[in-house]
């Protein structure tokens, strides 16, 4: 078992941290909307087929649906596409680091919206560093190219993720749902919001060949599929706040593959912005081991909404 859970971790933090090669990719004959479209249609389809192997419950309460609707919307629609959008303007590598200041994000989120989750000074310095961190990675020149907008579009992404997690934590975790039925159920309204828009995004007319395909199978069935239910298990078997480790590693992933496979440059910012990133989700949330002991009985939560940190994209 351990042995199986250590492979699923691995291969979590190889799935979240290239998935942003897959876009880059999937962007060479695809508008960020196309890109979009595929990966939530086939995620959805990787979805239903682990619904049906597992017997996953489906929900089946109206309110339910509800809610979780707003979270397809602020967990994988909108993000989704900003993110697409602005890799037309960003390296892989850039968005992957970028996207590890969705804790920060999500910290700063429940400090004003959950009344038990106020910051400190632990806190704080934790966000001033990880915000230190993004205005390395923008650099000298970044504030006066189109790099910053882009930067920006990837800053409104995680902060979506920051939003529902929040609301995951106050309006869905209580319903006590499992996680794998909360993924299906938010992925499957995700892809039905782009399979309505499919007459708005047809134009221009999408370009596959064999690489676009790969990759966007690999998006859709295992970054935003598969991925899902590797995070599950592992936040069943370690604890949400060990499996949210997995932050420290996808932007590893994602910078490699970015440099190995897109021949994209790594300049001396990347790596420190990244560095100062990822020190301020350590001085805010505590290192895994440290967080585990504090946790205790608190891991209650459903893992979607507790190990929102190594959030998939």
Known sequence: MRVRVGAQFVALACAWGSSFLFIKIGLEGLTPAQVVWGRLVLGAVALCVVMAVTRGRIP??????LRLSVV???????PFLLFSWAEQHLDSGMASILNATTPLLTLAVGAVA???ERLGRRGTAGLLAGFAGVLVLIGPGGLAGG????????LGATSCYGVAFV???????PLGLPAVSVAFVQVV???????????????PAPRVDARIAVAMVALGALSTGLAYLWNANIVQ?????????VTYLTPVVGVTAGVLLLGEQLTWNQPLGAALVVAGIVAAHGSPVRGRRRQGKRETATPVAEAGAGRPD
């Open 60 to 65: 089946r309460d109206p309110g339910v649906w």
């Open 167 to 173: 609301y995951l934590r106050r309006y869905v975790t």
């Open 147 to 154: 790099q910053l907008t882009a930067v920006l579009a990837c």
């Open 72 to 78: 397809s919307v602020l967990l994988c629609v909108v």
């Open 114 to 116: 959950l009344a038990g």
């Open 237 to 245: 078997a370690w604890g949400a706040v060990n499996a949210s480790a």
């Open 189 to 203: 309204i995700g892809a039905a919001v782009m399979l309505a828009a499919t007459p708005w995004l047809a134009e």
